[in-house]
C-alpha cells in the first residue's frame, strides 16, 4: 500500500493499483499526482471528500450536482448521501447529468473532424489566450463546458492548466480516447456539479446556441432566453471572484452562418437573417451575462481561432477561407477592436469578469 497526503488529505494506492482517497474539510494540498491518480477513475476503491471550498491547489473534484454537497464515489456507482442522489458510469465516465441530455447525431466522421479543429483551436488560440490571462500563474483552474470531443481538455493540461470538461451530447463517445479522460463528467451545464468558485476561467466554444433550441435544430424554443440565462449564472456561480469567463459562437449580427448547418457535401453556408435569435450577439451576451453578475465585458480577437482545417483540403475552401482569415486578422487588431461584434465579423469571442476590470493591455 502507497499512501501519501498532506496534513488532513491523503491518497492510498494499493498493490492492485486501487486508489482510496480521504479528504476533509479544510484539506491541504493534494499535489498533482496524487490528484492525478485520484481522478483516475477506472482505479478507485471509495472516495470520502468532505471539504467545501478546495485549496488553491487542491485537485478539482465534482460534487453532487443537485445539492452540492460531497459524493461518494466507487467503481460501481456514485452517491450523494445528503440528497440521496445516485449517478452510474458510461463508459468509465461519471454520468452527473441532470435534466435533459443533448441530443445530436452520434456522427463519428463529424467527431473526427472535430478533434483536429479542435487540436487547432487550443494550441493557435485557446493556450495562447489562457497563458495572456493568467501571466507567471501556476496550473489556473479551468472549465471547459460543453467541451465536445475533449481535445482541449487532453492539450490544455499538457500546456500546465488543471483543466476538466463537461458535456451531455453524444461527441462524449469519444472521451475514452482521450488520454487524461478522467477530467471528464457527463454533466448538464445547466446544473454544474462544482462548488461556487472553483475556477480561474470557465469557457464555452459554440455550446449558447446550441441551448434553447429544439433537438440539434436552429429553431428556438419559446423560453430560450431563460434556459440560456441558466448557463450563464451556473458559469458565473462556479468562477473565482476574480475570475475570467470566455465565450465564443457565430455573431448573429453577420447575415451568413458559416459555422451551421453545412454538411462536407453542402458547401453552401446557411443565410442568417439577423433578427434570427438561433445564434447570438454582442449585445445579447452582454445582457445575459450582466444579468448573470458579471460587470465587466469586452469582445477578443479572433485570429487563429479556426483553421478550416477541411475546408483548405480544397482550392475553392481555400478561396473561400481567404476573406474570413483575413477579416479575422483584420479585426483582431487592436485599432479595429470596436468592429468585432459588427455586421462585418462572423465569429465572436468574449470575455466578462464578474469583477476587477481587465488589465490586459491592448488586446
Ligand atoms: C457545437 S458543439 C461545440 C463543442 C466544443 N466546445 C467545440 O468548440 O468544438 C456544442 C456542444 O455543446 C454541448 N451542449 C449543448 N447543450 C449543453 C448543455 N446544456 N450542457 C452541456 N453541454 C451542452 C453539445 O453536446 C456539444 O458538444
Ligand atoms: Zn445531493
Redesign the pocket.
Given at each position: 500500500m502507497w499512501s501519501a497526503g498532506a496534513g488532513k488529505a491523503s491518497v492510498e494506492v494499493g498493490e492492485a493499483g486501487q486508489v482510496q482517497i480521504h479528504a476533509f474539510p479544510g484539506a491541504e494540498e493534494v499535489g498533482p499526482k496524487q490528484a492525478e491518480k485520484a481522478r483516475d477513475l477506472r482505479n478507485v476503491v471509495s472516495v470520502r471528500y468532505h471539504s467545501s471550498p478546495m485549496t488553491e491547489t487542491g485537485p478539482i473534484f465534482p460534487v453532487c450536482p443537485l445539492c452540492r454537497k460531497h459524493l461518494e464515489w466507487n467503481s460501481e456507482s456514485i452517491a450523494c448521501r445528503h440528497c440521496g442522489a445516485s449517478f452510474s458510469y458510461e463508459n468509465r465516465i461519471p454520468n452527473l447529468i441532470v435534466?435533459?441530455?443533448?441530443d445530436?447525431d452520434d456522427d463519428r466522421a463529424r467527431s473526427e473532424y472535430?478533434v483536429l479543429?479542435?487540436e487547432h483551436?487550443s494550441r493557435e488560440y485557446l493556450i495562447p489566450t489562457f497563458r495572456r490571462l493568467f501571466p507567471g500563474r501556476e496550473r489556473p483552474k479551468v472549465l471547459?463546458?460543453?467541451?465536445?470531443?475533449g481535445t482541449?481538455i487532453d492539450l490544455l493540461t499538457e500546456a500546465g492548466f488543471d483543466i476538466v470538461g463537461?458535456?451531455?451530447?453524444?461527441?462524449?463517445r469519444l472521451w475514452p480516447e482521450r488520454k487524461h479522460w478522467s477530467h471528464l463528467f457527463l454533466?448538464?451545464?445547466?446544473c454544474l456539479p462544482f462548488e461556487d468558485q472553483t475556477f480561474d476561467l470557465a469557457y464555452?466554444?459554440?455550446?449558447f446556441?446550441?441551448?434553447g433550441v429544439e433537438g440539434d435544430s436552429n429553431r428556438v424554443v419559446p423560453n430560450y432566453r431563460e434556459e440560456r440565462m441558466k448557463?450563464a449564472r451556473e458559469m458565473t456561480r462556479v468562477i473565482k471572484p476574480q475570475g475570467y469567463i470566455m465565450v465564443?459562437s457565430p455573431n448573429r449580427k453577420f447575415p451568413v452562418d458559416l459555422f451551421?448547418g453545412r454538411s462536407p457535401e453542402q458547401p453552401i453556408p446557411r443565410l442568417n437573417p439577423p433578427w434570427n435569435p438561433f445564434l447570438l450577439s454582442a449585445g445579447d451576451y452582454e445582457r445575459m451575462f450582466s444579468e448573470a453578475g458579471c460587470q465587466n465585458a469586452r469582445t477578443l480577437p479572433v485570429k487563429g481561432y479556426w483553421g478550416f482545417v477541411r475546408m483548405k483540403q480544397s482550392w475553392k475552401g481555400r478561396m473561400m477561407a481567404f476573406p474570413i482569415d483575413t477579416v479575422f486578422s483584420m479585426v483582431s487588431n487592436p485599432g479595429l477592436g470596436f468592429l468585432r461584434g459588427s455586421i462585418v465579423n462572423p465569429w465572436l469571442a468574449m470575455l466578462f469578469r464578474r469583477s476587477g476590470g481587465f488589465q490586459l493591455g491592448s488586446w
Open positions: 435534466g435533459e441530455r443533448f445530436d472535430e479543429s479542435n483551436l471547459s463546458l460543453g467541451c465536445g470531443v482541449d463537461i458535456d451531455c451530447g453524444n461527441r462524449s454533466a448538464n451545464g445547466k464555452c466554444g459554440c455550446v446556441p446550441h441551448v448557463i465564443s451551421h
